[in-house]
């Protein structure tokens, strides 16, 4: 097994699982320093366990180079012509409605208000699926503009990409000025291009692999929304935006 992300884990059966298939493979990597320590804690080190890369960050396929030879001249005409813009990537769950989620939803939206307002450049809504076979993330993009008009971000400066190859919308996100949410591959690929990222942390596998990748980077914030502060959020963001 290649490039796992380990975590929670937070039930029983979860755990024994854990336990299990380490021991039933040849070898297994592990992403970031946190997915190591739990599955070192859960199997001891007998196991053949070792601490790689996200499989994203090594896939040749996904280098800045290999996306923009893979597009059509046309494709890429089109995305350049939005640009400037930054990237708003956020998952919605399947399993959670979207009022389970309003507070969490509230606090990127005001984090990425701030953002477009110290920046001045518009905000792309990224659905996490490809747009015209998945539906699941409408609703949490509605919320979030909604939300963006609330804070005084004019209509016309929100808009939503499409997509329809995973190359399409990886040159989506390394064609921004900025990436922002909790879309851990989303900011894995734009990173890879040195666009800036602010990585917004809900669970140990986004800090634990944006830390790993943007340790020396300059260009990438981590924020922990659970002891988020918009006073503190612009300040730390304007030191990353003026770097």
């Not at 070792?50 to 923009?68: F, K, S």
């Not at 399993?95 to 792309?124: E, G, M, N």
């Not at 890879?192 to 692999?209: F, H, L, R, T």
């Not at 304007?238 to 770097?243: Q, R, V």
Request: net charge negative; aromatic share 8%.
């Amino acid at each position: 097994l290649y490039g796992q992300g380990d975590g929670p884990a937070t039930s029983r059966t979860i755990r024994l699982g854990m336990r299990l298939i380490p021991i039933s493979c040849d070898g297994v990597t592990v992403r970031d320093d946190a997915s190591y320590k739990l599955a070192t804690s859960l199997v001891g080190t007998k196991a053949r366990l070792e601490l790689g890369a996200d499989p994203v960050v090594a896939a040749a396929r996904y280098q800045p180079d290999q996306i923009r030879n893979s597009l059509r001249p046309e494709t890429i005409r089109q995305i350049e012509s939005d640009r400037p813009y930054i990237v708003l990537a956020i998952r919605y769950p399947k399993l959670q409605r979207i009022d389970d989620l309003r507070d969490y939803f509230l606090t990127l939206s005001q984090a990425a208000a701030t953002i477009c307002r110290i920046t001045d450049h518009d905000i792309v809504l990224f659905p996490a699926h490809l747009s015209d076979n998945f539906t699941d993330d409408r609703p949490a993009l509605d919320f979030l503009e909604s939300q963006l008009l609330r804070l005084d971000i004019a209509p016309e400066r929100i808009s939503r990409c499409r997509w329809h190859s995973i190359e399409e919308a990886a040159f989506h996100l390394q064609s921004a000025e900025l990436v922002f949410g909790d879309r851990l591959h989303a900011l894995l690929l734009a990173a890879m291009n040195g666009v800036p990222v602010v990585g917004a942390v809900v669970e140990d596998k986004i800090s634990g692999c944006l830390n790993d990748m943007l340790r020396g980077y300059p260009l990438g914030l981590v924020v922990h929304m659970e002891r988020f502060d918009l006073v503190d959020f612009e300040t730390e963001f304007l030191d990353l935006w003026k770097a």
